[in-house]
């Protein structure tokens, strides 16, 4: 099992991710295990929200990635090379304005595509939805569902899977 704590590049906030965790016997597979605590931006006193991903690429490299807006905007991605590297960078997340789904319950519209660009990696990622219908409304009202990853990474083809998490777009 390798587990990384990680401090977020905004302060308190902290996260502890087993992107390699195994099952137990019986069960195939593996799973990503994620836990997170400590403050986040108060949604009812400012303006704020985020898109995260944690993409499992093809060549073995798990990709955290989190774009944070509100008073200011902090983008970065976590990565745990297969090795055991672990590198802290920059990332640059753009969604498709053609990509976006409107929500039935909430009206709500979601972006179901985005470019994702890591420059340390010299990657180019497009991350695709699998199914529009993935709102959650409680305790607010998000998107959270799978989707698949294609694109460059340095300078190779790759693919992949994440689960991704993003607030409604303005």
Partial sequence: MRQRRIQHPHGGHHRNSDPRRA??????GESWFDRQWGPLPDRQTQPSSWTWMDLNLSNGDKVSLWDQRGKTRNAFATILSPDGTHTVTTVTTAYDPSSLWTSPV???????RWTVTIPARHATLTVTVTADNQELLAPFPRYEGSAK??????GHHVTGYTYAEAFAVK
């Avoid at 099952?23 to 195939?28: K, L, N, Q, T």
């Avoid at 909430?106 to 179901?112: C, E, F, L, Q, V």
């Avoid at 990853?149 to 340095?154: A, L, N």
């Fill in 23 to 28: 099952h137990p016997a019986g069960v195939h």
């Fill in 106 to 112: 909430s009206g709500n519209r979601y972006a179901t």
């Fill in 149 to 154: 990853v294609t694109g460059t990474y340095g």
